[in-house]
C-alpha cells in the first residue's frame, strides 16, 4: 500500500488531499483489519455508542495527528473484518459537524476539515448502505501545541498516541515563531535585572537587558545577524500583556479569595509581585498568618513544573480553612506525591526554572518542596498536602494553625535545625501516637534511615516508644509545649 505522505504529502505542514490515497485504503481494508493499517498519519475510528464519545474520540485523534505531523483520522471504519466493519452511519453525522466537534473541544482549536467519503467508499465495496468521513487534520502551527477538553495533551509516535509531559521534552526552551524582543515588557526585564544585581552581586556588565537575555539563555543569536529567537520561557517571565495574549493565552492564573475571583493574565514576574510580593499584594493580605517564603515556593513552583502544553490556568483558591493552588500538569512519571522532599529533581520546564532561579525567585534546583514543608511545618500549620491526578498537581494548605507548636519551634530553633525531628514532632504533636509505618511515609526516607532519626529522638528523650510499634512525645515535652506560653508569665511573675 502507498503511505500516506506519499499520497498526499506535507508542504510546510498543510496536508493535502489526494482522492487515490483513500481509494487505495478502503482496498486495503476490505482484506485487512484497522490496526494494521494505522500509522503515524492515520488513525481509524468506528462509530463509537454515540454522538458524544464519537465526539470525544475523534477530537482526541485530532489532537495527537495534529501535535506531531498533521494527518488524516477516517471515522466510520469497524476494527474486524466482519461485515459490520463497513455500515451506515448510526447517527447525525456530518463534515460540519465533526470539524465543529473538533474545533469545541481542542485547545487551542485544531486546524482541520473534513470529506463525506461514502461515495468513494460504496464504489470500493459495492456496499449501498456504507458512510464514512475523512478528518483531514493540520499539523500545529501554535508553540504550545493543541489539548483536547480536558487539558491533556499527546503526541502521535508510530502508532501511539503518548503523553507530552517528558522532562527531557523542555517546551519553554522553544523558539516562538515572529516574537522579538520588542514584544517583551522593559519594566518586567528591568524588575528582573535588579533582583539579579541585588541577590548575586553581580557586576554592571549584567544591567543590560539585552546583555541579561543573552547570558541567561533565554534568547538565541542567529548566525545571520538576525534579530535574535526569544524563546518560550523568555515570553512566559518578560512577555508584555498582548504578547502573552496572542501567543499563551493560557498563561492565566485565576485567584478566588473567598468567594471573590481575580484574573490575570500577564507574564510569570508580574503575576508573583501582583500576588505576594507587597504587603497589600492578592495572596498576602488573604493569607497573613501564612510565610511569605511559603506562599512564593508554591506560587514559583505551580509556574515552573505546571505544563505548558496544557491549555489551562493555575488556580488558587483561598477560604477560612485551606489555600489551595493547583497548576495543570500531573508529576513526572519518576515522582509520587511520597517522595518529593528528598528525591532527584527533575524539571518538565528546565530552561524557565532556570530563568527564575537567575532572576532570583526561586532557590536551587530542587529546594522547593523542603522550603514548603519547613516553613508551614514552623508557622505551626498542620502538614502540606501534595496531590497528582487528572492532570493536575495541586498543594493545600491547612489554615489552622496551632500556636503553642509555633511558639515553641521559634524558641528551640537552635536544637531543631533538621526537618526530619520536625516532621516527627508535628506529626506526635497532633497524634496521642503514630505507628511507625506512618512515621516513615511522613518523614520519606526510607525504613533504615525512619529508624536511625526516631533512635535519636529518643536518646534525646523526645519521644519514646509506645505498644512495640508505636510512638509518642515524651510527657515532658508535650508538657513543655503545651505551657509554653505560660513560661512567660511565670518568668514575669517571679521577677516581680
Not at 10 to 35: H, I, M, N
Not at 48 to 77: F, M, T, Y
Not at 219 to 245: C, H, M, W, Y
Request: hydrophobic content about 40%; charged content about 25%.
Amino acid at each position: 500500500m502507498e503511505e500516506p505522505h506519499a499520497a498526499w504529502p506535507l508542504y510546510e505542514g498543510v496536508v493535502t488531499f489526494s482522492d487515490k490515497y483513500f481509494r487505495d485504503l478502503f482496498a486495503q481494508l476490505c482484506v485487512q483489519p484497522a490496526d494494521a493499517l494505522e500509522n503515524e498519519q492515520l488513525e481509524i475510528k468506528g462509530w463509537c455508542n454515540d454522538e458524544r464519545q464519537l465526539a470525544e474520540k475523534v477530537a482526541d485523534a485530532a489532537v495527537c495527528l495534529a501535535n506531531a505531523n498533521g494527518g488524516v483520522v477516517l471515522v466510520g471504519i469497524g476494527e474486524d473484518l466482519t461485515h459490520q466493519k463497513f455500515s451506515r452511519c448510526p447517527h447525525h453525522v456530518t463534515p460540519c459537524w465533526l470539524v465543529e466537534r473538533v474545533h469545541d473541544t481542542t485547545h487551542p482549536p485544531v486546524a482541520c476539515e473534513a470529506i463525506d467519503l461514502s461515495g468513494v467508499l460504496q464504489d470500493v465495496t459495492g456496499r449501498t448502505d456504507a458512510h464514512a468521513y475523512a478528518l483531514i487534520v493540520q499539523r500545529k502551527k501554535c508553540v504550545s501545541g493543541h489539548s483536547n477538553s480536558k487539558g491533556i495533551s499527546r503526541i502521535r509516535v508510530g502508532k501511539v498516541c503518548k503523553p507530552q509531559f517528558l522532562a527531557e521534552d523542555d517546551r519553554t526552551g522553544a523558539v516562538v515563531p515572529d516574537l522579538t524582543v520588542d514584544d517583551l515588557s522593559a519594566n518586567s526585564m528591568g524588575w528582573a535585572i535588579r533582583e539579579h544585581h541585588r541577590r548575586y552581586k553581580t557586576s554592571d556588565s549584567l544591567l543590560d537587558a539585552e546583555a541579561f537575555l543573552h547570558q541567561t539563555g533565554l534568547v538565541q543569536n542567529q548566525n545571520d545577524g538576525a534579530s535574535p529567537r526569544v524563546t518560550l520561557a523568555a515570553l512566559l517571565l518578560f512577555g508584555k500583556e498582548a504578547s502573552i495574549a496572542a501567543h499563551v493565552p493560557y498563561c492565566e492564573t485565576i485567584v478566588n479569595l473567598h468567594g471573590a475571583t481575580t484574573r490575570l493574565r500577564k507574564n510569570l514576574l508580574d503575576s508573583v509581585r501582583d500576588l505576594i510580593l507587597t504587603d497589600h499584594s492578592l495572596l498576602r493580605s488573604s493569607c497573613l498568618s501564612v510565610p511569605e517564603e511559603t506562599l512564593r515556593e508554591i506560587l514559583v513552583n505551580a509556574y515552573i513544573h505546571r505544563c505548558w502544553r496544557t491549555n489551562a490556568p493555575v488556580l488558587i483558591s483561598v477560604d477560612n480553612e485551606r489555600l489551595e493552588i493547583a497548576n495543570p500538569g500531573d508529576l513526572l512519571p519518576s515522582l509520587t506525591v511520597n517522595s518529593l522532599l528528598y528525591c532527584l529533581p527533575a524539571y518538565r520546564n528546565l530552561l524557565l526554572a532556570d530563568g527564575v532561579r537567575i532572576v532570583g525567585l526561586a532557590d536551587k534546583i530542587g529546594a522547593g518542596i523542603n522550603i514548603i514543608m519547613n516553613t508551614v511545618l514552623r508557622g505551626g500549620f498542620d502538614f502540606p498536602i501534595f496531590e497528582s491526578s487528572n492532570n493536575e498537581f495541586r498543594v493545600t494548605v491547612p489554615l489552622a494553625r496551632s500556636e503553642e507548636f509555633r511558639e515553641f519551634v521559634r524558641r528551640r530553633t537552635p536544637s531543631l535545625s533538621q526537618l526530619d525531628e520536625l516532621v516527627v514532632l508535628r506529626s506526635l504533636w497532633a497524634r496521642a501516637e503514630i505507628s511507625f509505618d506512618d512515621l516513615n511515609i511522613a518523614l520519606q526516607r526510607g525504613e533504615q534511615s525512619a529508624r536511625k532519626i526516631l533512635q535519636g529522638m529518643q536518646d534525646k528523650h523526645m519521644i519514646e516508644p509506645l505498644g512495640g510499634t508505636g510512638y509518642q512525645l515524651t510527657a515532658t515535652l508535650r508538657l513543655d509545649i503545651t505551657r509554653i506560653f505560660q513560661v512567660d508569665q511565670m518568668d514575669l511573675f517571679g521577677a516581680a
